[in-house]
């Protein structure tokens, strides 16, 4: 059974960093598009961030570029986000994600019903 397993959220002030992880089991990055999606209440889960396993092209949302870096081991099937200069509207509960397809376009459309796997999601709360 595949799982994905975040860590690493927290509180953290604005203008702080915070590294998010996650680590996958029985799974191989090359074959997947793998990113982070993450829900603030009352609102759609949207894309964060993405990068392909097949060759590492990444995808941004608008509001993290700059701020937001992805990247992955795939020989520890580990990847992480490491977000900088957090603001309070980074609050959400962040969801790590895979999907069978080696382009982000998943991510960039906000197609999270089409995602295949889901980790259990990590809270993110930024305070100003």
């Known amino acids: 059974e595949v799982q994905l397993v975040e860590s690493g959220g927290g509180l953290v002030q604005a203008g702080g960093s915070l590294r998010l992880s996650c680590a996958a089991s029985r799974f191989t990055f090359d074959d997947y598009a793998i990113g982070w999606f993450r829900q603030a209440p009352w609102k759609e889960r949207e894309g964060v961030a993405c990068?392909?396993?097949?060759?590492?092209?990444?995808y941004y949302a608008d509001s993290v570029k700059g701020r937001f870096t992805i990247s992955s081991d795939n020989a520890k099937r580990t990847m992480y986000l490491q977000m900088n200069n957090l603001k309070p509207e980074d609050t959400a509960v962040y969801y790590c994600?895979?999907?069978?397809?080696?382009?982000?376009?998943?991510?960039?459309?906000?197609?999270?019903?089409?995602?295949?796997?889901w980790g259990q999601g990590t809270q993110v709360t930024v305070s100003s």
């Open positions: 994600a895979a999907v069978g397809i080696t382009t982000c376009a998943y991510y960039s459309g906000n197609y999270y019903y089409g995602m295949d796997y």
């Open positions: 990068i392909s396993g097949s060759d590492g092209s990444t």
